[in-house]
């Protein structure tokens, strides 16, 4: 790996700085980048020069209460043109003003900037953003020649994480870099309000007809937009409800519940909480999630067995009996007639011991609750829309899941382990006063 890019700006960060020449180099020389992966990635693609400064001063909320505290709290890797521009110029000054430590990769055509005047007396082309703490630089001398490299190095870092591409204002460039991130199966979030590119093509998307790409895009079912007159907060929990959401795996070898585990406690690894307040997730909500997960599946499987056998064997049952009163039937039929009806008898004797149709309700019923209220504490939706991060959230979290597991308790005392009221032993009646 090259050395650190010289700083294009005073009190700049140094960058760690990785050439490209062919695409079958990309997995092993983004290795000396020192990432951690698999990990969300967030894919910027916006307005560079075009942007004026009354259109800055519009969209800087969105990254300095946005996505940047987005990234941060999520772990994620943001990943954009790189130069000091636009929106990667805002994103890079978000990033610094918050002193925020998400990795921000800049993937740059190697013709469209170079180093300032004092490295080696070269005119400037574009400057790179002095607060990305990673640049790639590949081949290209237009703009634009990064498009594919960009959405290539995404999918490499996230790997098997989710990913999503946030377009706001920009031109041509932008569209193609969208339709780059769709072909590569990448949600795309159109900010309409922002500007240029972004307004024309959530417009499009409303009427796909008229435009041969937006139809293109809006057919893959991969594109939404969203408002910028909305606020930064509902942008950013938009972009939280695709970064938070494990997606879907092949099957393997391992359980439901392992791959229901692995996939939540992957998420709670990357949220900023201390690990006191991870380690709650981990045993108070994510162990008890899994735990009442599994006994619903087990008490649903055990509910359907015995009651296939109580429906077949009671349809089977008076056919038998029909035979035996038409005289036709033989000893054998007999016997199965019997059996037939003792097993109908035993099975729904069992199930109706064990109640495994309550028990399967009821934790289903504990399970759905846990995940609706941990899906509304990662992306901050629903009871914790208010909240701007997960540390102020989770005090409020932890009293709903202590609600939540306090009603499952009371419910299955009373309901499920509960004996059914007419297998109760009766009170004797007080006797009559003299």
């Known amino acids: 790996m090259e050395g650190p890019l010289k700083p294009v700006s005073s009190g700049a960060l140094a960058s760690q700085v990785v050439h490209l020449a062919r695409p079958e180099e990309l997995t092993s020389r983004l290795t000396e980048l020192d990432l951690r992966a698999p990990r969300p990635v967030l894919v910027l693609v916006g307005g560079a020069d075009g942007l004026t400064d009354a259109q800055l001063a519009r969209l800087r909320p969105v990254f300095e209460e946005g996505l940047a505290p987005l990234a941060d709290a999520l772990g994620a890797c943001v990943i954009d043109g790189g130069t000091d521009a636009g929106v990667m110029a805002l994103i890079g000054q978000a990033r610094a003003k918050l002193g925020a430590s998400f990795p921000l990769i800049g993937v740059t055509a190697s013709g469209t900037v170079k180093p300032d005047d004092s490295a080696d007396g070269r005119a400037v082309a574009a400057s790179l953003e002095p607060n990305h703490t990673h640049v790639v630089l590949v081949p290209g001398a237009r703009w634009g020649d990064e498009s594919q490299w960009l959405a290539d190095v995404a999918s490499s870092v996230a790997g098997d994480a989710p990913s999503v591409t946030v377009v706001v204002n920009g031109g041509e460039v932008t569209v193609d870099d969208a339709e780059r991130s769709v072909t590569a199966g990448r ?72 791959r229901l585990k692995a996939n939540f406690d992957q998420l709670i690894a990357q949220l900023r909480l201390s690990e006191l307040r991870r380690q709650f997730l981990r045993s108070r909500w994510l162990d008890q999630l899994v735990w009442v997960e599994g006994r619903a599946n087990h008490n649903r499987d055990r509910y359907f067995f015995w009651r296939l056998i109580t429906i077949i064997g009671g349809v089977l049952v008076p056919a038998l009996v029909t035979l035996q009163l038409n005289g036709s039937a033989t000893t054998p039929v007999t016997w199965a007639t019997f059996g037939v009806s003792l097993l109908v008898a035993i099975s729904a004797a069992v199930e109706g011991f064990f109640r495994y149709g309550e028990r399967w309700r009821q934790y289903r019923r504990t399970a759905e609750l846990l995940k609706t209220e941990g899906w509304q504490f990662l992306q901050l939706t629903g009871n914790y829309r208010r909240h701007a991060a997960h540390g102020s959230a989770y005090p409020l979290f932890a009293s709903r899941i202590e609600d939540i597991l306090q009603q499952d308790v009371d419910a299955y005392i009373t309901t499920v382990a509960a004996e059914p009221a007419d297998k109760q032993p009766s009170k004797p009646d007080r006797p009559a006063p003299p």
């Open 187 to 258: 949600p795309v979030l159109v900010v309409a309000g922002s500007g240029r590119a972004a307004d024309e093509l959530a417009a499009a998307l409303q009427e796909p007809r008229q435009d041969q790409r937006a139809a293109k895009l809006a057919g893959s079912g991969l594109v939404e937009v969203v408002d910028l007159a909305d606020g930064p907060q509902a942008i950013a929990r938009t972009v939280a409800a695709v970064l938070t959401t494990a997606p879907a795996r092949p099957p393997s070898s391992t359980g439901d519940q392992d």
